[in-house]
Protein backbone atom coordinates (compact mmCIF):
# COMPACT_ATOMS: atom_id res chain seq x y z
CA UNK A 1 0.00 0.00 0.00
CA UNK A 2 1.69 2.93 -0.96
CA UNK A 3 2.54 6.13 1.46
CA UNK A 4 -0.37 8.86 1.53
CA UNK A 5 0.74 12.22 0.34
CA UNK A 6 1.57 14.85 2.84
CA UNK A 7 -2.09 16.74 3.06
CA UNK A 8 -4.50 13.37 2.76
CA UNK A 9 -7.47 13.37 4.98
CA UNK A 10 -6.23 10.08 7.41
CA UNK A 11 -8.17 11.21 9.69
CA UNK A 12 -11.59 9.39 8.76
CA UNK A 13 -13.97 7.23 11.05
CA UNK A 14 -12.20 3.94 11.68
CA UNK A 15 -8.65 6.09 11.86
CA UNK A 16 -10.15 7.82 15.05
CA UNK A 17 -11.94 4.85 16.79
CA UNK A 18 -8.36 3.34 16.47
CA UNK A 19 -6.83 7.14 18.22
CA UNK A 20 -9.51 7.20 20.62
CA UNK A 21 -9.40 3.37 21.64
CA UNK A 22 -5.83 3.77 22.49
CA UNK A 23 -6.64 6.15 24.50
CA UNK A 24 -9.14 4.98 26.46
CA UNK A 25 -12.01 7.30 25.50
CA UNK A 26 -15.43 6.64 25.43
CA UNK A 27 -18.05 8.95 23.19
CA UNK A 28 -21.25 10.37 23.78
CA UNK A 29 -23.39 13.11 22.34
CA UNK A 30 -26.39 14.87 23.85
CA UNK A 31 -30.09 15.92 22.84
CA UNK A 32 -30.44 18.83 24.34
CA UNK A 33 -34.22 19.03 23.19
CA UNK A 34 -35.17 15.20 24.16
CA UNK A 35 -32.52 14.78 26.96
CA UNK A 36 -31.58 11.52 24.62
CA UNK A 37 -27.74 10.19 25.57
CA UNK A 38 -25.97 8.24 22.79
CA UNK A 39 -22.90 6.01 23.59
CA UNK A 40 -20.47 3.98 21.84
CA UNK A 41 -19.63 0.41 23.36
CA UNK A 42 -17.03 1.71 25.07
CA UNK A 43 -19.24 4.44 27.08
CA UNK A 44 -21.60 1.38 27.42
CA UNK A 45 -19.37 -1.16 28.80
CA UNK A 46 -17.56 1.95 31.18
CA UNK A 47 -21.64 2.78 32.45
CA UNK A 48 -21.98 -0.46 32.73
CA UNK A 49 -25.50 -0.02 30.85
CA UNK A 50 -27.04 -2.96 28.26
CA UNK A 51 -29.07 -1.11 25.94
CA UNK A 52 -30.25 -0.63 22.36
CA UNK A 53 -30.10 2.85 21.08
CA UNK A 54 -29.98 6.15 23.22
CA UNK A 55 -30.78 6.08 26.63
CA UNK A 56 -32.24 9.31 28.42
CA UNK A 57 -29.94 10.94 30.99
CA UNK A 58 -32.56 10.44 33.78
CA UNK A 59 -31.88 6.95 33.21
CA UNK A 60 -28.23 7.12 33.65
CA UNK A 61 -28.79 9.06 36.92
CA UNK A 62 -29.52 6.07 37.95
CA UNK A 63 -26.14 4.54 38.21
CA UNK A 64 -24.26 7.72 39.25
CA UNK A 65 -23.55 7.36 43.14
CA UNK A 66 -25.90 9.21 45.30
CA UNK A 67 -23.67 11.41 46.76
CA UNK A 68 -22.87 12.81 43.62
CA UNK A 69 -25.97 12.48 41.78
CA UNK A 70 -27.31 16.23 42.22
CA UNK A 71 -23.81 17.84 42.05
CA UNK A 72 -23.66 16.05 38.18
CA UNK A 73 -27.42 17.08 37.32
CA UNK A 74 -26.73 20.52 38.22
CA UNK A 75 -23.47 20.68 36.29
CA UNK A 76 -24.70 19.05 33.44
CA UNK A 77 -28.32 21.45 33.65
CA UNK A 78 -25.44 24.76 33.54
CA UNK A 79 -23.29 23.18 30.42
CA UNK A 80 -25.19 25.04 28.47
CA UNK A 81 -24.15 28.58 29.58
CA UNK A 82 -20.83 27.58 30.37
CA UNK A 83 -18.44 29.34 28.00
CA UNK A 84 -15.24 27.06 26.63
CA UNK A 85 -14.40 23.43 27.63
CA UNK A 86 -16.34 22.42 30.71
CA UNK A 87 -15.36 18.95 32.97
CA UNK A 88 -16.85 17.01 35.56
CA UNK A 89 -15.43 14.22 37.52
CA UNK A 90 -17.98 11.95 39.16
CA UNK A 91 -18.91 8.26 40.81
CA UNK A 92 -20.75 5.29 38.99
CA UNK A 93 -21.92 2.33 40.58
CA UNK A 94 -20.88 -0.54 38.56
CA UNK A 95 -22.46 -3.68 40.28
CA UNK A 96 -20.64 -3.75 43.97
CA UNK A 97 -17.38 -1.32 42.65
CA UNK A 98 -17.18 2.20 42.43
CA UNK A 99 -15.70 4.08 39.46
CA UNK A 100 -14.58 7.51 38.64
CA UNK A 101 -15.70 8.92 35.20
CA UNK A 102 -14.22 12.48 33.60
CA UNK A 103 -17.35 13.57 31.68
CA UNK A 104 -15.55 16.39 29.12
CA UNK A 105 -17.36 18.71 26.38
CA UNK A 106 -17.55 22.29 25.24
CA UNK A 107 -20.59 24.33 26.52
CA UNK A 108 -22.16 27.61 26.04
CA UNK A 109 -23.53 25.07 22.70
CA UNK A 110 -20.15 25.23 20.86
CA UNK A 111 -20.12 22.36 18.36
CA UNK A 112 -23.86 21.29 19.21
CA UNK A 113 -25.19 19.86 15.37
CA UNK A 114 -28.55 19.75 14.80
CA UNK A 115 -28.99 20.39 18.70
CA UNK A 116 -26.64 17.81 19.60
CA UNK A 117 -23.72 18.37 22.12
CA UNK A 118 -20.69 15.73 21.96
CA UNK A 119 -18.28 14.85 24.48
CA UNK A 120 -16.16 12.52 25.68
CA UNK A 121 -16.51 10.12 29.00
CA UNK A 122 -12.98 8.97 30.82
CA UNK A 123 -12.44 5.86 33.44
CA UNK A 124 -10.26 7.96 35.77
CA UNK A 125 -10.73 5.33 38.87
CA UNK A 126 -7.06 4.92 39.31
CA UNK A 127 -6.19 8.54 39.48
CA UNK A 128 -9.11 8.99 41.81
CA UNK A 129 -7.42 6.50 43.98
CA UNK A 130 -4.25 7.25 43.76
CA UNK A 131 -5.30 10.67 45.15
CA UNK A 132 -7.57 9.10 48.06
CA UNK A 133 -4.41 7.82 48.94
CA UNK A 134 -1.93 10.25 49.12
CA UNK A 135 -4.70 12.42 50.85
CA UNK A 136 -4.97 9.49 53.36
CA UNK A 137 -1.12 9.46 54.23
CA UNK A 138 -1.14 13.20 54.15
CA UNK A 139 -3.99 12.88 57.34
CA UNK A 140 -1.99 10.23 59.00
CA UNK A 141 1.28 12.59 58.49
CA UNK A 142 -1.13 15.60 59.92
CA UNK A 143 -2.40 13.56 62.73
CA UNK A 144 0.71 12.14 63.93
CA UNK A 145 2.66 15.03 63.74
CA UNK A 146 0.34 16.83 65.70
CA UNK A 147 0.16 14.09 68.16
CA UNK A 148 4.01 14.40 68.46
CA UNK A 149 3.70 18.19 69.40
CA UNK A 150 1.08 16.83 71.99
CA UNK A 151 3.64 14.47 72.98
CA UNK A 152 6.72 16.78 73.53
CA UNK A 153 4.58 19.24 75.58
CA UNK A 154 3.00 16.50 77.46
CA UNK A 155 5.98 15.20 78.38
CA UNK A 156 7.87 18.91 79.15
CA UNK A 157 4.79 19.02 81.32
CA UNK A 158 5.38 16.05 83.35
CA UNK A 159 9.37 16.99 83.96
CA UNK A 160 8.82 20.31 84.61
CA UNK A 161 6.58 19.15 87.52
CA UNK A 162 8.74 17.00 89.19
CA UNK A 163 12.54 18.35 88.63
CA UNK A 164 13.78 20.71 90.93
CA UNK A 165 15.91 22.33 88.38
CA UNK A 166 16.80 23.11 85.25
CA UNK A 167 19.46 20.49 84.37
CA UNK A 168 16.80 17.72 86.08
CA UNK A 169 14.21 18.61 83.44
CA UNK A 170 16.47 18.50 80.72
CA UNK A 171 18.13 14.91 81.69
CA UNK A 172 14.35 13.86 82.59
CA UNK A 173 12.96 15.28 79.28
CA UNK A 174 15.71 13.54 76.92
CA UNK A 175 15.17 10.55 78.70
CA UNK A 176 12.09 10.16 77.71
CA UNK A 177 12.46 11.42 74.12
CA UNK A 178 15.78 8.60 73.79
CA UNK A 179 13.11 5.67 74.79
CA UNK A 180 10.69 7.09 72.17
CA UNK A 181 13.25 6.78 69.54
CA UNK A 182 14.69 3.20 71.16
CA UNK A 183 10.60 2.49 70.42
CA UNK A 184 11.08 3.49 66.49
CA UNK A 185 14.23 1.55 66.24
CA UNK A 186 12.75 -1.37 67.64
CA UNK A 187 9.17 -1.46 65.39
CA UNK A 188 11.30 -0.22 62.54
CA UNK A 189 11.38 -2.56 59.43
CA UNK A 190 14.55 -2.73 58.13
CA UNK A 191 14.72 -2.68 53.71
CA UNK A 192 16.72 -5.36 52.26
CA UNK A 193 16.12 -8.18 55.27
CA UNK A 194 14.61 -11.51 53.93
CA UNK A 195 12.69 -11.88 57.00
CA UNK A 196 10.83 -9.57 59.00
CA UNK A 197 12.24 -8.41 62.71
CA UNK A 198 9.90 -9.59 65.71
CA UNK A 199 9.98 -8.56 69.54
CA UNK A 200 8.47 -9.94 72.54
CA UNK A 201 4.94 -8.29 73.06
CA UNK A 202 6.38 -7.63 76.66
CA UNK A 203 9.63 -5.67 75.11
CA UNK A 204 7.71 -3.92 72.24
CA UNK A 205 5.00 -2.10 75.25
CA UNK A 206 8.11 -1.73 77.79
CA UNK A 207 9.89 0.40 75.40
CA UNK A 208 6.68 2.47 73.86
CA UNK A 209 5.34 2.89 77.13
CA UNK A 210 8.77 3.82 79.23
CA UNK A 211 8.74 7.56 77.71
CA UNK A 212 5.20 8.26 79.62
CA UNK A 213 6.17 6.42 82.89
CA UNK A 214 7.76 8.20 85.71
CA UNK A 215 10.37 5.56 86.14
CA UNK A 216 9.75 2.41 84.21
CA UNK A 217 7.42 0.73 82.61
CA UNK A 218 7.29 -2.12 85.55
CA UNK A 219 7.55 -0.41 88.59
CA UNK A 220 5.71 3.12 87.30
CA UNK A 221 2.83 4.36 86.89
CA UNK A 222 2.27 1.66 83.94
CA UNK A 223 2.12 -1.92 84.74
CA UNK A 224 2.71 -4.45 82.03
CA UNK A 225 2.17 -7.90 82.73
CA UNK A 226 1.77 -10.32 79.21
CA UNK A 227 2.59 -13.60 78.52
CA UNK A 228 5.68 -14.47 76.44
CA UNK A 229 4.16 -13.15 72.90
CA UNK A 230 6.25 -12.90 69.25
CA UNK A 231 5.34 -9.78 67.50
CA UNK A 232 6.39 -9.43 64.10
CA UNK A 233 7.76 -6.60 62.14
CA UNK A 234 4.59 -5.74 60.34
CA UNK A 235 2.42 -6.10 63.47
CA UNK A 236 4.61 -4.14 65.54
CA UNK A 237 4.67 -1.37 63.51
CA UNK A 238 0.79 -1.30 63.44
CA UNK A 239 0.59 -2.21 67.30
CA UNK A 240 3.29 0.95 68.02
CA UNK A 241 0.71 3.07 66.20
CA UNK A 242 -2.21 2.06 68.29
CA UNK A 243 -0.30 2.01 71.86
CA UNK A 244 0.77 5.42 71.50
CA UNK A 245 -2.55 6.64 70.22
CA UNK A 246 -4.17 4.97 73.63
CA UNK A 247 -1.15 6.64 75.91
CA UNK A 248 -1.36 9.96 74.21
CA UNK A 249 -4.99 10.14 74.84
CA UNK A 250 -4.58 9.02 78.35
CA UNK A 251 -1.57 11.89 78.63
CA UNK A 252 -4.13 14.47 77.01
CA UNK A 253 -7.67 13.27 79.24
CA UNK A 254 -6.85 10.33 80.99
CA UNK A 255 -5.24 9.04 83.83
CA UNK A 256 -1.59 9.98 82.90
CA UNK A 257 -3.15 13.60 82.72
CA UNK A 258 -3.12 13.61 86.65
CA UNK A 259 -0.56 12.89 88.97
CA UNK A 260 -1.45 9.79 90.74
CA UNK A 261 -3.01 8.00 87.41
CA UNK A 262 -1.83 4.86 86.79
CA UNK A 263 -2.63 2.39 83.42
CA UNK A 264 -2.18 -1.16 83.76
CA UNK A 265 -1.58 -3.18 80.39
CA UNK A 266 -2.43 -7.09 80.78
CA UNK A 267 -2.97 -9.44 78.19
CA UNK A 268 -4.58 -13.07 77.68
CA UNK A 269 -3.54 -15.54 74.76
CA UNK A 270 -5.14 -18.41 73.26
CA UNK A 271 -4.30 -20.56 70.14
CA UNK A 272 -5.91 -18.16 67.91
CA UNK A 273 -6.22 -14.52 69.51
CA UNK A 274 -4.32 -12.39 72.03
CA UNK A 275 -6.17 -9.86 73.89
CA UNK A 276 -4.74 -6.87 75.19
CA UNK A 277 -6.57 -4.85 77.88
CA UNK A 278 -5.30 -1.27 78.78
CA UNK A 279 -7.06 -0.57 81.90
CA UNK A 280 -6.84 3.55 83.29
CA UNK A 281 -7.28 4.07 86.90
CA UNK A 282 -7.01 7.70 88.69
CA UNK A 283 -7.54 10.37 85.96
CA UNK A 284 -10.43 12.47 85.65
CA UNK A 285 -13.63 10.85 86.06
CA UNK A 286 -14.38 9.46 82.44
CA UNK A 287 -17.35 9.44 80.14
CA UNK A 288 -18.86 7.97 76.82
CA UNK A 289 -17.77 10.53 74.24
CA UNK A 290 -20.96 12.05 72.15
CA UNK A 291 -18.87 13.08 69.49
CA UNK A 292 -18.34 10.98 66.71
CA UNK A 293 -14.64 9.54 66.50
CA UNK A 294 -11.61 11.68 65.61
CA UNK A 295 -9.21 10.63 62.78
CA UNK A 296 -6.54 9.01 65.34
CA UNK A 297 -9.88 6.71 66.57
CA UNK A 298 -10.60 6.33 63.29
CA UNK A 299 -7.15 5.25 62.54
CA UNK A 300 -6.80 2.66 65.30
CA UNK A 301 -9.90 0.88 64.18
CA UNK A 302 -9.11 0.39 60.65
CA UNK A 303 -5.63 -0.79 61.88
CA UNK A 304 -7.14 -3.19 64.42
CA UNK A 305 -9.44 -4.50 61.52
CA UNK A 306 -6.96 -4.54 58.60
CA UNK A 307 -3.67 -5.20 59.61
CA UNK A 308 -4.62 -7.27 62.89
CA UNK A 309 -7.98 -9.27 61.67
CA UNK A 310 -9.18 -8.13 64.91
CA UNK A 311 -11.70 -5.67 66.93
CA UNK A 312 -10.91 -2.61 69.28
CA UNK A 313 -13.98 -1.81 71.88
CA UNK A 314 -14.38 0.74 74.94
CA UNK A 315 -15.78 0.62 78.86
CA UNK A 316 -16.06 3.60 80.05
CA UNK A 317 -16.78 3.18 84.22
CA UNK A 318 -15.96 6.53 85.86
CA UNK A 319 -12.53 5.24 87.65
CA UNK A 320 -11.15 5.02 83.81
CA UNK A 321 -11.12 3.90 80.39
CA UNK A 322 -11.19 0.26 79.85
CA UNK A 323 -9.69 -0.61 76.13
CA UNK A 324 -9.94 -4.07 74.68
CA UNK A 325 -7.49 -4.66 71.69
CA UNK A 326 -8.11 -8.67 69.91
CA UNK A 327 -6.24 -9.50 67.58
CA UNK A 328 -5.83 -12.66 65.48
CA UNK A 329 -2.29 -14.27 67.22
CA UNK A 330 -1.35 -15.16 63.62
CA UNK A 331 -1.04 -11.96 62.21
CA UNK A 332 0.19 -10.57 65.34
CA UNK A 333 3.57 -12.81 64.59
CA UNK A 334 3.82 -11.40 60.83
Same mark, same amino acid.
Request: hydrophobic share 45%.
Given at each position: ?42 ? %? ?19 ? %? ?8 ? /? ?66 ? %? ?30 ? @? ?7 ? %? ?121 ? @? ?24 ? /??
Amino acid at each position: MPLEKPGALVWDAKRLRIATNAAGVALWSWNVDTDEVAMDSRA %HDLWGVVKNGPATFEELSACI %HPHDADRVKA /AFAATRSVLGAFEIDFRIMHGDAVRWISARGQGADAGVVDRVMFGVFLDVTGRKQAEEARELLAGEMS %HRVKNLFAIASALTAIASRSAATTTEMARDLT @QRLTALGRA %HDLVRTIPGQGEPRAALLSDLLAVLLAAYDKQDAVNGRVQVCVPEIRVGGTAATTLALIVHELATNSIKYGALSAAGGTVDVSCTSSDSEVALIWTERGGPPVTAPTKPAGFGSKLVIQSVSG @QLGGSISYEWPAAGVVVTLRMDKARL /AT
